[in-house]
Nanobody, 124 residues
């Protein structure tokens, strides 16, 4: 089993920045990919950034150039640096981890472990 705990959410004005953290513990050796998902009220959970064990990042178009995903494997910590935030980024953000390396980076169904989420609110 893997446990994930997010932190770093909060409220910022449009154009601001936030850095999310996800601390992983447990059987972290089994993880092949990690990702950040966002879920706005009334919407489905959507992947925004993912990273492989070798550090290769992937982003959806809506966050390219604004968000940066990174990891510190020694500390078992995943990060999401979010810059130039807009009200459309307002959502609960979840850290996710998976054992299987196949399938879409951004499909929630392939992820085995989830954190409890951290709220990001961007005001105009």
């Amino acid at each position: 089993q893997v446990q994930l705990v997010e932190s770093g959410g909060g409220s910022v004005q449009s154009g601001g920045s936030l850095r999310l953290l996800c601390a992983a513990s447990g059987d972290t050796y089994s993880i092949t990919r990690m990702a950040w998902f966002q879920q706005a009220p009334g919407k489905e959970r959507e992947g925004v950034a993912a990273i492989t064990n070798d550090g290769s990042p992937r982003y959806v178009d809506s966050v390219k150039g604004r968000f940066t995903i990174s990891q510190d494997t020694n500390k078992n910590t995943l990060y999401l640096q979010m810059n130039t935030l807009t009200p459309e980024d307002t959502a609960m953000y979840y850290c996710a981890a998976r054992r299987w390396a196949g399938g879409s980076y951004f499909s929630a169904k392939y992820y085995d472990y989830w954190g409890q989420g951290t709220q990001v609110t961007v005001s105009s």
